[in-house]
């Protein structure tokens, strides 16, 4: 293992604290960037709006994750929030990429998102296409050219899809719909949602780390679903009925803004991951949502 020192932005989020614990049990030294004055060993303080980094205390870290940024879907898409949302990422990202550029570690990993693609419709898309052209879309754009500014580093761009796991984002909010039988397809259920286990996510950023790809990297099983296929897999995962659709209209009222990321249609392939020759340990939704729920 070539790699030994990870520096972690967004360490305490669902994917950064889920990478930390898996990190830490194969062996790395993990280093935690805070927000607050540091309150632990392992915490290095740093101020995206500000754009400071303890750089003496990352001297010779070998590999940045950067994984902070506003959550898309935590609140209504005000102006304020949209502004929000884009300003995390950017402030952030420059940041961090100003700070990797002179900490020179071998590899910085950076997130952005599946949205990059904008709404694919039934058109299946991989690395090399292009990106969309609504409002997220435009966020990964410029979020990603961020990235790009740290120099003479490995830099990967992890697209991250639709995570699944129990504990939050998607999964988390509809289980308890489901197990009381009030859940349903989304809308008219044929837009395809591109997935990936908590598990795998993390066990792609891990194998990221040590093999020699840059650019940007889909984080989204070989096998999306349509919203149709995602929410009867969920309710006989439940054992439970999938009777109460939510009809668009209801969505865009409860969601504004953020429904087009529930309404619209992601079909993403992973295709420099699987021309890498990475496994996913759940490359198929039925069995991923028998383990995740039990």
Sequence with gaps: MSIQRVAITGASGLIGSALVGHLKAEGYTIQKLVRRKPIATDEVQWDPIAGVVDLAALEG????????????????????????????????????????????????????????????????????????????????????????????????????????????????????????????????????????TLHDQVKAISYLLEKDIEGPVNLTTPNPVTNSEFTAALARA???PALFPAPAIALKLALGGFSSEILGSKKILPEVLTSAGFTFDFPHLGAALEELVQ
């Design 61 to 196: 870290v070998d590999a940045i994750i950067h994984l902070a940024g506003a959550g898309v879907g935590d609140k209504r898409w005000s102006r304020k929030y949209k502004a929000e949302i884009l300003n995390s990422r950017l402030l952030g990202t420059t940041t961090i990429a100003t700070a990797v550029s002179q900490l020179q570690p071998t590899v910085f990993i950076s997130g952005s998102a599946i949205g990059w693609y904008g709404d694919t419709g039934n058109r299946s898309m991989n690395e090399s296409d292009r990106s969309g052209d609504d409002f997220i879309a435009s966020v990964c754009l410029q979020w990603e050219a961020a990235a790009d500014t740290a120099e003479k580093v490995r830099t990967v761009k992890i697209r991250t899809g639709l995570v699944l796991d129990p504990t939050g984002g998607a999964l988390g909010r509809m289980m308890p719909l489901f197990k009381i039988g009030l859940g349903g397809k989304l809308g008219s259920g044929k837009q395809w949602w591109s997935w990936i």
């Design 238 to 240: 439940l054992k439970r």
